[in-house]
């Protein structure tokens, strides 16, 4: 059972590294709003648990959670990236691959 409002204490936040969250795509924000909800319900606020932030990158401006009720409090906008692909690029992709280094 998580306990509310338990403050992260200076020891905690010494042994816990900070981290990123990074979620792509809709599955990546179903991943980083659960998490979001579980920070919260752990302590009170994810302002508590100063160590985690969250980025998502997906391609959908107005991408929304499915499961609204899973979900912890909404990302601010500097947590979200809007990746802007056009139609040539996508062609060019899928077409030439061995073009991309990372292929």
């Known amino acids: 059972m998580y306990s509310q409002n338990r403050s992260t204490s200076e020891k905690e936040l010494k042994a816990i590294v900070p981290t990123l969250i990074i979620g792509i795509g809709g599955t990546g924000l179903e991943a980083i709003m659960r998490l979001r909800r579980l920070i919260t319900e752990s302590y009170g606020s994810l ?32 947590e979200k990236y809007h990746s802007n692909v056009n139609l040539q690029e996508v062609e060019t992709i899928v077409n030439q691959p061995e073009e991309w280094d990372w292929y």
């Open 47 to 78: 302002d508590n648990f100063p160590i985690v932030g969250f980025l998502h990158i997906d391609t959908d401006a107005e991408a929304k959670t499915d499961e609204p009720l899973m979900a912890g409090p909404p990302l601010e906008n500097y």
